[in-house]
T-cell receptor, first 114, second 112 residues
Framework: DADVTQTPRNRITKTGKRIMLECSQT?????MYWYRQDPGLGLRLIYY???????NKGEISDGYSVSRQAQAKFSLSLESAIPNQTALYFC?????????????FGEGSRLTVL | GEDVEQSLFLSVREGDSSVINCTYT??????LYWYKQEPGAGLQLLTY?????DMKQDQRLTVLLNKKDKHLSLRIADTQTGDSAIYFC????????????FGKGTRLSVIA
């Protein structure tokens, strides 16, 4: 089983709909992140959370919200989806203590907004 | 703010060496990373280098770090078709106290 699991893996929706992307991890990491990938733009940070009570905006948080329901769960919501939110979304985790600060990524959630 | 720059495309012949270059901005980055993204998959850490090192070698991979110029490179020796992927450079700003900042990714195409 994957250590970082994203659901759904693919979603097609219409403009104005509310969408939630969910992320769960079994790595026991404190830090969780949501990134968005667009061709030619690389990975851009949407929101991040360093522990359950901590939520921080990233580079492109407008139009998105997040919820850290537990150490293992971090969900991303689009309250009213618009076509330019069509992208590949990645959840990632990292460990607070020691090591290299490496991020561990989920497999991605591809969202299409029509 | 922090910025990581890398070229978008690189094409090499199978068996040749590939060199992917990256420049970063935060001199306090403790670690610098190379991630690999294969088609349809998430990113996976390929290798990293600690900021007090100049070079790190791991089998076919060689990472060179020039801290003065804030330049990082990844060399893949004897490039294979399985190396075709997008390679992302990333820095860890503020000594790792803020999230990683990624470059736009370099798409490596290996021609058989």
């Amino acid at each position: 089983d994957a250590d970082v699991t994203q659901t759904p893996r693919n979603r097609i929706t219409k403009t104005g709909k509310r969408i939630m992307l969910e992320c769960s991890q079994t790595k026991g990491h404190d830090r969780m992140y949501w990134y968005r990938q667009d061709p030619g733009l690389g990975l851009r940070l949407i929101y991040y959370s360093f522990d359950v009570k901590d939520i921080n905006k990233g580079e492109i948080s407008d139009g998105y919200s997040v919820s850290r329901q537990a150490q293992a769960k971090f969900s991303l919501s689009l309250e009213s989806a618009i076509p330019n939110q069509t992208a590949l979304y990645f959840c990632a985790t990292s460990d607070l203590e020691g090591n290299t600060g490496e991020l561990f990524f989920g497999e991605g959630s591809r969202l299409t907004v029509l | 703010g922090e910025d990581v720059e890398q070229s978008l495309f690189l094409s090499v012949r199978e068996g040749d060496s590939s060199v992917i270059n990256c420049t970063y901005t935060d001199s306090s980055s403790t670690y610098l990373y190379w991630y690999k993204q294969e088609p349809g998959a998430g990113l996976q850490l390929l290798t990293y280098i600690f900021s007090n090192m100049d070079m790190k070698q791991d089998q076919r991979l060689t990472v060179l770090l020039n801290k003065k110029d804030k330049h990082l490179s990844l060399r893949i020796a004897d490039t294979q078709t399985g190396d075709s992927a997008i390679y992302f450079c990333a820095e860890s700003p503020n000594s790792g106290n803020t999230p990683l900042v990624f470059g736009k990714g370099t798409r490596l195409s290996v021609i058989a």
